[in-house]
């Protein structure tokens, strides 16, 4: 089993910057597989950014040159640097694992950007 914590979400005004973190506990021992989603209300759960089971990084069009994922693989841990925030950018934001044994979600975390 794994455990996936976010933190650092909250309000911000457009054009401001963020930082999200996902700690990642029990049975893992690579950052690789962790990605971050949202979900804006209304709409589909959709992919931020990742990292590829192969370690490469995947980002979704809409955040390419302002959103930086980064991790520590001896912390377990993986960050979203978020730049340059619009009002489009607000939702909840679930940091996610996937692997042979399943499709861990964490409990997710809101990211406001005020226009």
């Known amino acids: 089993q794994v455990q996936l914590v976010e933190s650092g979400g909250g309000l911000v005004q457009a054009g401001g910057s963020l930082r999200l973190s996902c700690a990642a506990s029990g049975t893992i021992f690579s950052i690789n597989g962790i990605g971050w989603y949202r979900q804006a209300p209304g709409k589909q759960r959709e992919l931020v950014a990742r990292f590829t089971s192969g370690g490469a990084i995947a980002y979704a069009d809409s955040v390419l040159g302002r959103f930086t994922i980064s991790g520590d693989n001896a912390k377990n841990t993986v960050y979203l640097q978020m730049n340059s925030l619009k009002s489009e950018d607000t939702a909840v934001y679930y940091c996610?694992?996937?692997?042979?044994?399943?499709?861990?979600w964490g409990q997710g975390t809101q990211v406001t950007v005020s226009s």
């Open positions: 996610n694992f996937r692997r042979y044994d399943g499709n861990y």
